[in-house]
Every structure is written in C-alpha cells, then in structure tokens.
C-alpha cells in the first residue's frame, strides 16, 4: 500500500541533511534529473538517489509515494521549464508553434527523462496548464470545440512522440548513435539505382536530414492542416 505523502507545510519543518540540506520536491526532482543525465534509468534508485540528497531512502516516501510518483514528477518539472517564460501573443500559430518547440527542447535537453516519461500521463500542475493553454490557444482563434480537441490530440502527441524518439537517439551510447547516422552515409548512399532508383536519387538528402530531427516539419504541417481546418470551420459564416 503506497506510503500517504506528507502535506508541504509538515516537509518545511524537516531538519536539513547532515551536509545542511533542506528537503523539497524541487530539489530531489532536479538531482533526479541530474542521476538520469549522468547514469540513465537503471542508475535512478531510491538508494542512490538518498546517497545523492545525503539523506536515508526512506525520507523519499515523505515526498513521493514511490518511485513511479518521482518519474511522474519528473515529466512533470520538463514541461514546467517548457513553459517557464512563456506567455501567449494572441496568435495562434506563432503561440502553438512556440509552445511544441518549447516542449520538444525541454526534452531533448534531458534525454534519458524524457525516454522516462514522454508517455506518462502525470495529472499535475504543469502538465494541465500546458494542456489549458493548448486549448486556450485553439478555442481563442475560433476552433469549434471538437476541432480543438482534435487538433491538440494530434498537437501534444506529435510533439511528445517525436521528442521521445529524438530523446532515444540521444540516449543512445555515442558509438550506437553515430553508427546509425553514418549508415545514410554508407548503406543507404551505396545502393544502385538499379535496384532501389528513388532510395538512390534521394541518397544525399536523405544523408543530411534523417541526422535531424522531424519535429520543426512535422509542426508546420500540422499547422498547415489545422488552419485550413479552421478556415473551412469559418467559411459557412462568411457565406452567411
């Protein structure tokens, strides 16, 4: 049975560590994020993460009740610097595309994270107001409500699905990674037209954007589809 989580005022009174340290979400979250960085998944454990924080493992549970809670936590803090600084311009393209690119950085900035929980649904602060402005962006430019809902779906998991599969090639050891990206150069540009003709007529564009990432392409036409979706939703009123 999970361990209840101890209200925030009651975590304030804590005494510090033995190095001083004061306890909060925030910190543990941050050398959480820290402990992935450095070590991936399999080093992130109530144990480590203690030794890490100077502080028993146990302490943990005061905070999180265990450590799927923390990982939610974790996707959690990646949207919140996603959308640290933000505010809306009024436009609605400018503001969705703003916020996917904000959100893909954030990231592929913290690889081993986000491969952690670009598919978890947290439920917390962040991840809702990102939702509401989502939502906020598309009903404000005139989206009817289940064009909207359509649009965001495809919004947030494209940008999640991509900056998940970007944040596996970066996690990737960096021999793994680059014997990938040179097999467009070798494999791929070395067949004949005889036998694959469009694979061979491709081959050096192929070797200088499968290296990047799809998102800023897949974004803009997403973009493109949601706005003629809502041109098409505003004519039957023009008409009128």
């Known amino acids: 049975m ?19 340290t004061v306890l909060s979400e925030e910190l543990i979250v941050e050398t959480a994020l820290r402990m992935l960085s450095e070590h991936g998944s399999e080093g992130l454990s109530a144990r480590r993460l203690g030794l890490a924080l100077d502080a028993d493992p ?5 905070y999180f009740r265990g450590m799927d809670d923390l990982t939610l936590a974790i996707g959690d803090a990646l949207i919140g610097q996603a959308l640290g ?8 393209r400018a503001d969705l595309r703003a916020v996917g690119l904000r ?7 913290h690889p081993q994270a986000a491969v952690l929980t670009a598919s978890r649904i947290s439920g917390r602060a962040n991840e809702l107001a990102a939702d509401e402005a989502v939502l906020d962006i598309l009903r404000t430019a005139g989206f009817p409500l289940p064009d909207a809902v359509r649009v965001y779906h495809a919004f947030i998991d494209t940008t999640l699905g991509i900056a998940a599969l970007d944040a596996a090639s970066l996690a990737l050891p960096s021999a793994a990674l680059h014997a990938d990206e040179q097999m467009w150069r070798s494999t791929y540009a070395r ?9 061979a007529e491709a081959a050096p564009l192929l070797a200088t ?12 036409m ?4 949601a706005a003629a979706r809502l041109d098409g939703a505003r004519e039957p009123d023009s008409a009128a």
Do not use: C, F, N, Q
């Not at 999970?2 to 001083?20: A, D, F, N």
């Not at 146990?58 to 005061?62: A, D, G, N, P, V």
């Open 103 to 109: 959100i893909h950085a954030a990231y592929v900035a």
């Open 58 to 62: 146990s302490t943990l549970y005061r």
């Open 222 to 225: 997403l973009l493109d589809s």
């Open 2 to 20: 999970p361990k209840p989580v101890v209200p925030e005022e009651k975590r304030r009174r804590r005494r510090p560590t033995k190095s001083g």
């Open 191 to 199: 067949l004949p037209a005889t036998t694959h003709p469009r694979i």
């Open 85 to 92: 600084g933000w505010a809306p311009t009024g436009e609605w």
């Open 209 to 220: 954007r499968m290296v990047t990432s799809a998102y800023p392409t897949a974004l803009e």
